[in-house]
C-alpha cells in the first residue's frame, strides 16, 4: 500500500515538473519563432542599434534603440534611487533597530513588496506626476524622472527585505569578533557583517535590476511614451516592456510590427536570462578543497 | 615575585534584575595562566567578558566595582572602549573566523586600527600566524578562505587574529570545548608557550585542563568567587566545602 502511494506521489511529481518544462520551452519556443522572422527584414544590428522606432510608417523603421536604452534608463535611474535607500533601511533594521521595531519593520516592508505594480503606478500618476510637473516647471510629469521615482519605490522593499534577512543571518559570533578585535559598531557593520552576508546583497540587487527592467504597468503609465533618446532625466521615454504592451493592440498576427514587438521580447528575454546567470553564478557555493 | 596585569575590585553585575557576579576579587599576574572554573551557568563567560568590556552592549547590564588592566580602571569615564579590546584579545567557545581569507582574518584587527603600512600588517600576520603555531600549516595558501581550516586550525586562527593586536592579556572562554583531544593537547600546549609574551585568562568546564596548564586557578559558584590559589594548592588542599564538592565531581 505505501509502496504504490509513494509511487503515486513521485509520478504526479513528475509530471509536474514536466509540465513546467515544457511551458516554459512552449513560451521561448513562441517568442523566438513569431520574433526572429523579423531578422529577414532587417539585421539584428540595425534592430539594436539605429534609432527609428516608426513601425507603422511606410516603409516602417524598427530600430530599437530609443527603447532600450529607454528601459536601461530607467532601471538604472531606479537602482541609483532605490539602493542607497534600501541597503540603508536594511543596516539599520537588521543592525542598529531595537527587536521590537524590527519585528514591526520587517512585516510592513514584506507587505510593500506584495503591492501590485497598478497600484504604484496610478500613485505616480496622481500624485507624483503633478508634483514633479509644478517643481520642475516642466510640460509633462510623465518622464524618466518619474518613473525611475516610482520604479525605484517600488523594488525599494524587494531589495531591502532579501539584504535585511543576508545581514541578519551572519551569526552573532561574527559581531563578537569583530567587536572583540577593537572595532566600533559601525566598523563592524561595514568590514565583518556586509561583507559577511554581501552573497544575498548582490542577489538582492539583481533581484530589483530584474523586476525594474520587466516592469510594464509603471512606465506604462508614468514614463511617458516617446520613443526617444532623453536628453534630459525630465524627459518622457519609452522602455521595451511598455511598448510591447501598448503597441501589441495595433499589430496583424504575423505582420512585422507583430514580429518586431516579439524581437523586443527575446531582449528582454536574454537579458533577464544572463541577470539570473549572473545571480546563480554568485549563489553557487565556491568549491573548496 | 609576580606581578598583576589584570584583576577586579568588587566586582558586581547584574543583567536586568538577576545580579550574575558577587563582589569578584579576581587578579591574573603577567605572564602566568589564570584558569576560572566551575559549573556551568555560573558566571564565567560574564566574569571572563568583564575584562575585555564586551558585555557593555548587552541591553540592562549594569556593573558596579572596578577592572584594572595595569593599575588603570578600564571602565573609569572617557576609556577608549576600542582600545581597551585591541589589548585585552579574546577567543570564544566556538570558532568564529571571518568567512573572509586567512590573511585578512588576521589582519583584520591591524587593518581596523589603520596606522599600520601594508607591509607592516603583512610583516605582522606571518608573526601572528607563527606565534599561534599555524604558519607552517597555512603559509600556502594564506588568501585560500578561513572556512576551509579545521576546527582546531580555525581556533589557532582566531588565536593569531587576537594577537595580531599584540594585547597583553589573552582571555580564552573554553576554546576547546568544541575540538578534538589532538586539537585541544595543541592549544594547551600552545597556551603553555604564549604565557611567556601574554597574560592569559582561561575559563574551562574541564577540571583537568585547568590542572595541566594553569598556574593559578579560580573557582566560581553562583557569581561568587569560592576561592583563587595557586592550582596545586587549590587541588589538593581546597579550602571550601564546595570546592572540594566541584573538584570530585559531586555537582556540574
Ligand atoms: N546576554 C545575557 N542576558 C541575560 N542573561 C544572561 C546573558 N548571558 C548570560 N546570562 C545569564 O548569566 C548567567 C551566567 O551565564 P554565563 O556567564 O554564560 O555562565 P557560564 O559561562 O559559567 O556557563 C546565566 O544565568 C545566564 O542565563
Ligand atoms: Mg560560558
Redesign the interface.
Known amino acids: 500500500m505505501k509502496g504504490i502511494k509513494e509511487k503515486t506521489f513521485q509520478a504526479i511529481a513528475y509530471i509536474a515538473s514536466l509540465l513546467t518544462a515544457v511551458c516554459l520551452i512552449a513560451i521561448i519556443y513562441g517568442i523566438f519563432h513569431d520574433g526572429l522572422p523579423l531578422f529577414k527584414f532587417i539585421s539584428w544590428k540595425d534592430f539594436l542599434f539605429t534609432n527609428n522606432w516608426y513601425p507603422v510608417y511606410s516603409p516602417p523603421g524598427f530600430g530599437a534603440w530609443a527603447l532600450i536604452m529607454g528601459s536601461f534608463y530607467v532601471t538604472l535611474g531606479a537602482l541609483i534611487i532605490a539602493l542607497p535607500l534600501s541597503l540603508g533601511s536594511a543596516i539599520f533594521i537588521s543592525e542598529i533597530a531595537s527587536p521590537g521595531l524590527r519585528e514591526i519593520a520587517k512585516p510592513v516592508i514584506e507587505l510593500l513588496a506584495g503591492i501590485p505594480s497598478v497600484v504604484y503606478g496610478l500613485f505616480g500618476i496622481a500624485f507624483l506626476a503633478p508634483l514633479i510637473r509644478q517643481w520642475f516647471s516642466l510640460d509633462t510629469g510623465l518622464n524618466l524622472f518619474t518613473s525611475s521615482l516610482i520604479l525605484g519605490i517600488m523594488v525599494i522593499p524587494i531589495i531591502c527585505s532579501i539584504s535585511e534577512d543576508a545581514m541578519s543571518s551572519v551569526?552573532h559570533?561574527?559581531r563578537?569578533?569583530?567587536?572583540?578585535?577593537?572595532?566600533?559598531k559601525s566598523?563592524t557593520i561595514f568590514?565583518?557583517v556586509i561583507?559577511?552576508a554581501k552573497k544575498g546583497i548582490i542577489g538582492s540587487i539583481l533581484l530589483g535590476f530584474g523586476r525594474a527592467i520587466g516592469e510594464t504597468m509603471v512606465v506604462l503609465m508614468v514614463a511617458g511614451g516617446a520613443a526617444q533618446i532623453p536628453k534630459s532625466i525630465f524627459e518622457p521615454v519609452r522602455p521595451m516592456t511598455s511598448t510591447i504592451a501598448a503597441e501589441m493592440g495595433e499589430t496583424i498576427m504575423g505582420d512585422l510590427h507583430y514580429n518586431a514587438l516579439f524581437a523586443l521580447a527575446i531582449v528582454l528575454l536574454i537579458i533577464t536570462f544572463f541577470s539570473n546567470l549572473i545571480t546563480e553564478i554568485v549563489f553557487r557555493p565556491?568549491r573548496?578543497? | 615575585m609576580v606581578e598583576r596585569q589584570i584583576w577586579t575590585s568588587n566586582l558586581n553585575l547584574w543583567f536586568g534584575k538577576n545580579q550574575i557576579l558577587h563582589n569578584i576579587n579576581l587578579e591574573a599576574y603577567k605572564n602566568h595562566i589564570t584558569a576560572i572554573i566551575g559549573p556551568s551557568g555560573c558566571g564565567k563567560s560574564t566574569l571572563l567578558r568583564c575584562f575585555n568590556r564586551m558585555n557593555d552592549p548587552i541591553p540592562f547590564m549594569e556593573l558596579t566595582g572596578k577592572v584594572y588592566l595595569d593599575g588603570k580602571d578600564i571602565y573609569a569615564p572617557k576609556t577608549d572602549v576600542y582600545a581597551v579590546r585591541a589589548s585585552v584579545g579574546m577567543v570564544f567557545q566556538k570558532p568564529n573566523p571571518f568567512p573572509k581569507s586567512i590573511y585578512n582574518n588576521v589582519a583584520y584587527g591591524l587593518q581596523i586600527q589603520g596606522k599600520y603600512s601594508k607591509s607592516e600588517i603583512k610583516d605582522r600576520v606571518e608573526e601572528s600566524l607563527k606565534a599561534a603555531w599555524l604558519w607552517d600549516e597555512v603559509k600556502d595558501r594564506l588568501h585560500h578562505s578561513a572556512m576551509s581550516l579545521s576546527g582546531g586550525q580555525q581556533q589557532r586562527l582566531c588565536i593569531a587574529r587576537a594577537l595580531a593586536n599584540k594585547p597583553k592579556v589573552l582571555l580564552l572562554d573554553e576554546p576547546t570545548s568544541a575540538l578534538d583531544p589532538q586539537s585541544t593537547a595543541k592549544i594547551e600546549e600552545l597556551c603553555l608557550a604564549l604565557k611567556n609574551s601574554v597574560t592569559i585568562l582561561i575559563v574551562t568546564h574541564n577540571v583537568a585542563q585547568a590542572g595541566r596548564i594553569a598556574d593559578y586557578t579560580a573557582f566560581l559558584y553562583l557569581g561568587e568567587l569560592v576561592e583563587f590559589e595557586k592550582t596545586e594548592q587549590l587541588f589538593t588542599v581546597p579550602k571550601d566545602k564546595r570546592t572540594e564538592a566541584y573538584l570530585t565531581g559531586v555537582f556540574g
Open positions: 551569526p559570533s561574527i563578537e569578533a569583530s567587536l572583540a578585535l577593537g572595532a566600533t566598523e568590514k565583518a561583507p559577511a565556491k573548496q578543497k
